[in-house]
C-alpha cells in the first residue's frame, strides 16, 4: 500500500492512524510519503515507480494488479450547473447554505455534489432537510458537526466531531482515553491495543468529539452520536447504567478517565 502523505488516514487521530498503520504492516508492506510517479505493465505484470517526497529516492514495485484510490472531484462543469445560475466553490462543488439551498431560489443541492461529509447516511439525511425545506415556510439546518464516520479496515474506525487537535483552537478541552482491555468483554476478547479516545469541553462537558479503533466501532459509536444529537453532556452517558459485559461499556470508561 503506497500513500503520498506521511500517514495513513491523515484525518484522523494521530495515534488511530498510527496503529492503523501498525495492524496492517503485519499483513502488508505500507510505504507512507511517497509518490507514485509510473505505472507500466508488461507480459501481466505491472511495476510502480515510487519516489520519496522527503529524500527523493526512488523505487519499483511489482504485482499482479494495481488498484488507485485517487479521490473524487466535481463534475459540475460536466453538468453545466453554472447556466441555471448555481454557485460553486473554489473545488467546483456546489456550494450552499445550511439549510441546503444554493444561491438560486428554489433550487438546492445534497449529498456528494456539495462536497461536504460524502457519506451514503449524511445524504440520507440531507434529503428529509431538503425536502422539508422545500415543502415548508419554516426552514431548518443540516448540522454538518453531527455526521459521524466509519473506516471498515481491520481493525475498524469510527468518529464523530472533532479531533484533539481541532478542538484545542478554540476550546478548553479535557481529554479521555480507554483500551478496550480496560472493559471486561475487550479483556476477553484480548483486544489489548484498541482503543477509544474523547474530547470534552472542560467547562460544559459537551462532547465535542470522540474516536474509536477496534471491533464494533461503527456499532459502539452511535451511543455517542446519539448523546450529541441531543445535546447532552458527557454525564447523560456516564451517569446511566451500562450492560455489564457488554463491550460498549468502553464509552463510559473513556468518559470517566477525562483530564
Same mark, same amino acid.
Given at each position: 500500500m503506497v500513500q503520498r502523505q506521511n500517514r495513513l488516514l491523515a484525518n484522523e487521530e494521530p495515534e488511530i492512524a498510527d496503529h492503523l498503520k501498525e495492524e496492517l504492516s503485519k499483513r502488508m508492506e505500507i510505504l507512507t510519503?511517497? !509518490? +507514485?510517479?509510473e505505472v507500466w505493465e508488461k507480459k501481466g505484470l505491472y511495476t510502480v515507480i515510487l519516489k520519496n517526497l522527503e529524500t527523493g529516492y526512488d523505487k519499483a514495485i511489482s504485482g499482479a494488479k494495481v488498484l488507485v484510490a485517487a479521490g473524487r472531484v466535481s463534475n459540475a462543469d460536466l453538468l453545466d450547473v453554472h447556466k441555471t445560475g448555481v454557485e460553486t466553490n473554489e473545488a467546483n462543488y456546489i456550494r450552499v447554505a445550511d439549510t441546503l439551498l444554493t444561491s438560486k431560489k428554489n433550487i438546492g443541492a445534497?449529498?456528494?455534489?456539495?462536497g461536504r461529509q460524502r457519506f451514503t447516511h449524511a445524504g440520507d439525511m440531507m434529503q428529509r432537510v431538503a425536502w422539508r425545506n422545500a415543502t415548508s415556510r419554516k426552514e431548518v439546518s443540516f448540522d454538518f458537526s453531527l455526521v459521524p464516520h466509519a473506516v471498515f479496515t481491520h481493525p475498524q474506525i469510527a468518529s464523530l466531531g472533532l +479531533? !484533539? !487537535?481541532?478542538a484545542a483552537k478554540n476550546h478548553d478541552i479535557l481529554v479521555g482515553r480507554a483500551n478496550y482491555s480496560d472493559v471486561v468483554m475487550g479483556d476477553a476478547m484480548m483486544e489489548s491495543e484498541s482503543f477509544a479516545k474523547a474530547i470534552v469541553e472542560k467547562k460544559t462537558e459537551k462532547i465535542l468529539g470522540f474516536h474509536i479503533i477496534g471491533p464494533e466501532a461503527a456499532i459502539l459509536i452511535q451511543k455517542v452520536v446519539n448523546a450529541v444529537a441531543r445535546g447532552w453532556d458527557a454525564k447523560s452517558i456516564t451517569d446511566n447504567m451500562h450492560i455489564f459485559p457488554a463491550l460498549s !461499556? =468502553? =464509552?463510559?470508561e473513556t468518559l470517566n478517565n477525562l483530564e
Open positions: 510519503n511517497w !509518490e +507514485t510517479v445534497i449529498g456528494d455534489a456539495i +479531533t !484533539e !487537535e481541532q !461499556e =468502553i =464509552i463510559p
